[in-house]
């Protein structure tokens, strides 16, 4: 552990509560603070856009341990201050209202902010973006049997929003500048297959239409569009992607592109700071590859790698990347990226809404979607993490069952 006595770690989400949580449980005895802006301790995100959305799941069950218990491992948590300045010489992070934390070792776990709408009027009452539990606490009461909702953007979130939305009564419309819903993270097929559900259950689709102007006197009455046409509307969210948290790696003349650049460790350009989950871009063992991913096993990963490095204790394997989303009845599992892929395999039943869709590129497995499908999901994963493949042929064979493909891969 050598001379490292005391651990800041910007940020107390995902991967912040992970690295404080790992630093102890890997033997580090020093001083750790875990500082976020945010009023709740450390919580999961999925649920916002989720049950907590929908009102199945209470304030108190989203966070991954009660504040007390940090307290009882003797982490430090700072809640409701923002880290503004970062002096890598004299390794100190400086909050606001100026009170200064010495470190000898940083963690920026910065997370990412949701893109703005670049529009006029997007400032008006009524108008959200969906990041946060407070962002979901305003609004949630206006989430009212027949209330106009205008999603824009028909990525993850922007679905499990509408699908939330109609479960909930709301008069849903969803506005897509592509041609298609979820176009950067799936491929054509499954993309179809989530627009026909959510159309059978009664959400409207705009695609390939972009918003000008969010209309309101006071409050949002309409979404008004490129082509001259209005979409009426109570409630606006705008789901049009993140942009990673660089600010103060900026600011520190970190190495930055699309997120703080880290090595495999989750070291960034100064070997005393480390960067982890949504704001850092890291090499893709699987992937040969640098990217930048936003999802809860890449966030729990880096808290673990720069826990390991903190403490120079053996850091994990890199699992395959992974995700969930959930709409209405389906549970969509996704494993490894799908880019680059030349050809899909499909097996199961769209129509029953029960299938998995296998990307390949040539005869290397890349990735699968699975819709209701864990084993498929879960076997596939293990597959590709292996560095092996599945034959094409045997997918479709329905006679098998995945474990028994699976267990054939050489
Ligand atoms: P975060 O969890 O965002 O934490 C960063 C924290 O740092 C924030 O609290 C922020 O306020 C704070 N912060 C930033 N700058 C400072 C500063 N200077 N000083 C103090 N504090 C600061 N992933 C999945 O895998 N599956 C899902 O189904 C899924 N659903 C999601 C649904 C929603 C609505 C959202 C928003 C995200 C979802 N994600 C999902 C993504 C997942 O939650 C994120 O990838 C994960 O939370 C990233 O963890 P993180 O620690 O990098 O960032």
Known sequence: MGDINRVVIVGAGQGGAEAATQLRT?????????VGEERLPPYQRPPLSKKFLLGELEEDRLPFRPAEVYEEERITLILGHRCTWIDRVGKRVRMDGGRELPYDALILATGAKPRALPVPGADLPGVFTLRTATDVDEIRPRFTPGAKLVVIGAGYIGLEVAAVGRQSGLDVTVLEAMPRPLARVTAPEV?????????RKGVKFVLGGKAAVIKGEGAVRAVGLTDGSEIPADIVIVGIGVDPDISLAEKAVLAVGDGIVTDRFCRTSDPAIYAIGDCASRPLVHYGRTARLESVHNAIEGGK???????G????????????SDQYELKLTIAGLFAGYDRIVHRGSMEEASFACFYYLGDRLLAVDAVNRPAEYLGAKQ???????IEPAALQDMSKSMKEIVAATR
């Open 26 to 34: 890997r033997g580090f005895a020093g001083e750790i603070t875990l």
């Open 191 to 199: 993309a179809g297959f989530f627009l026909d559900y959510h159309t």
């Open 305 to 311: 790698i720069a826990a390991a490095m903190i403490t």
């Open 313 to 324: 204790t053996k850091p994990p394997d890199e699992e395959l990347p992974w995700f969930w």
């Open 383 to 389: 597959v590709i993490q292996r560095g092996r493949t």
